[in-house]
């Protein structure tokens, strides 16, 4: 079924066919209208789960692992200070291996309040052990939130969707809603390995070590340091997860296919931009632009942030005589936080293309085509930098 809608009711429309059984929600432009929708679901008996309204963000997420920890599909969704309200059981969350899903409608943080579009909320919690997934358009919000439900409970690890807001969450496009039936043959019900039972009670997640110790049946449990290190090994081994579940997904509905980064014009090009977002689809206007003047320009769209896939981003960059990464975040004090993961991804091999840092865009600040189309040109035409710093566009100084 084709529909022309919003952003967030393309969000929501995927949790309602995904089956949630627990919403916890706490509204915060831009992602209020995506809980709203839910409750609207349940309210009219399209969905059979507990809607729950919670005094705050911390609260939203704390229902969310507790629902999840009786083995209950739970969601729950955020942007900007309200991401960093949750940021205490966000850590839990991952540390806890709950298979939660969050949409995140990237929104700009505060202090000095802003409603607008960035990454900076997002970005920020790129290392608190969740997988990172970005949708560039409404077709991908609806595929992906389907997606990390399978995806978060296949690995034991909470997933993000993360999409800009305003610039998807508020406006309307087409995009297919996958039938039911098919989505139910995707995504079964969920069966966890362990759940919280009140006929069994137990402790979970209490105070551990620093060493490992007998468990309450006298094996040795696993202290601190090696439960972050299984949650790393697991991180990683959930690229290669990615890609069967995304192949799994275009079996069955005929659409995916780039489960890494999406590329475009990228086959042949000399130089490749690299984003997140929908700010790659606004690029390929001035790719299009770029490949009139015999220039041989690409644009590459990440999907998965975290878990970082270097090795498809090797294959796709390594050949490029330059890379010019737009970013609408900043890791203060340093640099972009994929320019510097990409930089490093590229470190190891024998030739390495040249890599430049634009930082654009933050608090919703208007990202020009024009403004894109001349920082392109100039980054690949002037060649290699003489300094490794971040430079900005739209700046007014």
């Known amino acids: ?3 022309i809608e919003s952003g967030n009711v393309a969000a929501a429309s995927g949790v309602k066919l995904a089956r949630a059984q627990v919403i916890a929600a706490y509204p915060i432009t831009p992602q209020t209208p995506l809980t709203e929708k839910l409750s609207e679901f349940v309210d009219a008996g399209e969905m059979q789960a507990e809607y729950i309204p919670v005094e705050s963000e911390h609260s939203a997420l704390a229902v969310c692992i507790a629902a999840s920890s009786t083995g209950a599909r739970a969601f729950t969704a955020t942007s900007a200070n309200g991401l960093l309200y949750m940021v205490e059981q966000v850590h839990w969350a991952a540390g806890a291996r709950l298979p ?7 929104r700009g943080i505060g202090a000095p309040w802003t409603v607008w579009n960035d990454h900076q909320d997002s970005i920020s919690q790129r290392d608190a052990g969740w997988i990172q997934l970005y949708a560039c358009d409404h077709q991908q919000i609806i595929d992906t939130v389907i997606q990390a439900f399978l995806l978060a409970e296949t690995v034991s690890i909470p997933v993000m969707v993360c999409y800009d807001g305003y610039l998807l969450s508020h406006t309307y496009m087409p995009f297919d809603v996958p039938d039911p039936d098919k989505v139910d043959e995707f995504l079964p019900a969920f069966k966890p390995a362990y759940a919280l039972d009140p006929k069994q009670p137990a402790n979970l997640n209490t105070v551990t070590l620093p060493d490992i110790r007998p468990d309450v049946r006298g094996n040795l449990a696993p202290g601190y340091m090696e439960i972050r290190h299984n949650l790393h090994v697991d991180l990683r081994r959930a690229i290669d997860k990615v890609a069967e579940i995304d192949a799994r997904f275009q079996k069955i509905f005929n659409r995916g296919g780039h489960p890494f980064i999406e590329p475009y014009c990228c086959e042949d090009a000399d130089f490749i931009a690299v984003c997140l977002g929908s700010l790659s689809y606004q ?6 632009e770029l490949r009139e003047e015999g220039l041989k320009a690409g644009v590459a769209g990440l999907r998965l942030y975290r878990p970082f ?4 981003m090797v294959e796709l960059l390594a050949k490029a005589k330059g890379v010019v990464v737009f970013e609408k975040a900043l890791s ?3 640099q972009g936080a994929l320019f510097t993961d990409i930089k490093a991804a590229l470190y190891p091999g024998p030739a390495r ?3 430049k840092n634009f930082i654009l865009g933050l608090g919703g600040r208007e990202i020009k085509t024009a403004d894109l189309l001349k920082t392109f040109r100039e980054a690949c035409t002037q060649g290699p930098a003489s300094i490794d ?7 007014k100084l």
């Open 1 to 3: 079924m084709h529909i």
């Open 309 to 312: 896939p270097e090795q498809a």
């Open 353 to 355: 293309p040249f890599v």
């Open 100 to 106: 939660i899903v969050m949409c995140v409608v990237n």
């Open 283 to 288: 690029l390929r206007d001035v790719v299009d």
């Open 332 to 334: 203060y004090g340093n």
């Open 389 to 395: 710093t971040p430079q900005w566009i739209g700046l």
